[in-house]
Nanobody
Framework: QVQLVESGGGLVQTGGSLSLSCAAS????????MGWFRQAPGKEREFVSA????????YYADSVNGRFTISRDNAKNTVYLQMNSLKPEDTGVYYC???????????????WGQGTQVTVSS
């Protein structure tokens, strides 16, 4: 069993930056694909980014490509999401999740954190 805990959310102005972290315990993350999702009020949870176990492959939603960067440190059992040039539409609860293979579908991720709130003011 893997426990995931996100941190780093907060309130930022448009154009600002935030760095999210997702720390794992209970099991090593190194064998998992890790992803970030977000959910805005009244909307479905949506894919943001994913990274394979070796960091050789990264994937981004079109809406964040070029602004967000996903990375991982398997030695620290931690996954990161650097978010730059933030926009109000980036507002939501951000979740990290673990899966056995590369996918953008939330239902195919096995493990989830509790989420961290990101609010971008206009």
């Amino acid at each position: 069993q893997v426990q995931l805990v996100e941190s780093g959310g907060g309130l930022v102005q448009t154009g600002g930056s935030l760095s999210l972290s997702c720390a794992a315990s209970g099991r090593t993350l190194s064998s998992y694909v890790m992803g970030w999702f977000r959910q805005a009020p009244g909307k479905e949870r949506e894919f943001v980014s994913a990274i394979n176990w070796s960091s050789e492959r990264t994937y981004y939603a079109d809406s964040v490509n070029g602004r967000f960067t996903i990375s991982r440190d398997n030695a620290k059992n931690t996954v990161y999401l650097q978010m730059n040039s933030l926009k109000p539409e980036d507002t939501g609860v951000y979740y990290c999740a673990g899966a056995s293979y590369i996918t953008s579908h939330p239902a195919e991720f096995h493990y989830w954190g509790q989420g961290t709130q990101v609010t971008v003011s206009s």
